[in-house]
Every structure is written in structure tokens, then in C-alpha cells.
């Protein structure tokens, strides 16, 4: 539940206390859209001038992380990896990262992370967003829905 996860952590009432703790609220934070929590936990040496949310049509549909490295409470660093789901422009894709996160001061940071690329599904294949259909039948017919410009090209 959020009040008691997640809310207390982006509201500045708790601290992370641990590296997957740190990431799980950011990826809330990114579903908030909450530059501010992102801005915040983002190591000084990395972070971005801005972030702007503005026209953002992102809808994220879910977390899934793949595996961790140190990042507990008595670490110093730590790794996460881990897959988000999530719609843009009509269609369901996959965002897959490996977040390194250092811990300065007692408060865990988002340091960086290497997007991994992941092939989209073939058409056959089940779709992302696990309703059971082919990709083809269900995500995939947005993004290969013909616009207006391409048909008769």
C-alpha cells in the first residue's frame, strides 16, 4: 500500500534504508511524475540540470526486478536490476536497467544505470502486458496500426 511503502519515502518522512528500497520509490516517483523526489535521490555527479515531464504520455504498467547486488543496510553500494513495463505512444514496451546506488551520509543515491536493450516480442509471441493474447492481436496492433501518411505509400 502506498501510505505505508512508497508515501512516507517521497513525502521525506523516511529514508530508503536500503538500495531496492531506493529504486522501487523512484520508479513510483516516475509514475508521479515527481521531479523533485527524482532530482533529490539523484547522485550530485550524475543528476540532471532538469527533468521535464511536460507532454510525457508514459503510463507505467509495472515493476519487475531481476536480481540485486549488495545495497542493504550496511552497504555503501549496491546494484539493482530490473525490467518496468510500460505504455507510450499506444504501445507496450519493456525498459530493462542496471542501477548502480551509493550510499553518502546514511542516504541512498541513484548513481547510474545501463539500459539494456530488450527485442520486441515477435508477433506471434504472448504479449508484454499479460493479457493472455498474442503480441500481434494485442499491443502490437497499435504500433502496427497503418497511419494515415503510410497507407497507399
Not at 536480481?67 to 525498459?95: N, P, S, T, Y
Request: hydrophobic share 30%; glycine share 12%.
Amino acid at each position: 500500500m502506498f501510505s505505508e511503502c512508497c508515501g512516507p519515502i517521497l513525502s521525506g518522512k523516511r529514508r530508503a534504508g536500503t538500495a531496492l528500497v531506493l529504486m522501487r520509490s523512484r520508479y513510483t516517483a516516475y509514475c508521479l511524475q515527481d521531479g523533485d523526489y527524482l532530482r533529490n535521490t539523484w547522485h550530485r555527479h550524475t543528476r540532471p540540470g532538469t527533468l521535464d515531464f511536460y507532454g510525457d504520455d508514459t503510463e507505467w504498467l509495472g515493476l519487475e526486478v531481476m536480481r540485486q547486488e549488495a545495497g542493504g543496510a550496511e552497504d555503501a553500494e549496491g546494484v539493482v536490476e530490473f525490467v518496468a513495463l510500460h505504455r507510450q505512444g499506444g504501445a507496450v514496451r519493456r525498459f530493462r536497467e542496471c542501477s548502480r546506488f551509493v550510499k553518502e551520509s546514511g542516504e541512498w543515491l541513484y548513481l547510474d544505470g545501463a539500459v539494456q536493450t530488450e527485442p520486441k516480442p515477435g508477433r506471434n509471441d504472448p504479449c508484454w502486458c499479460g493479457s493472455g493474447r498474442k503480441y500481434k492481436k494485442c499491443c502490437g496492433a497499435a504500433v502496427n496500426t497503418p497511419t494515415r501518411s503510410s497507407v497507399g505509400s
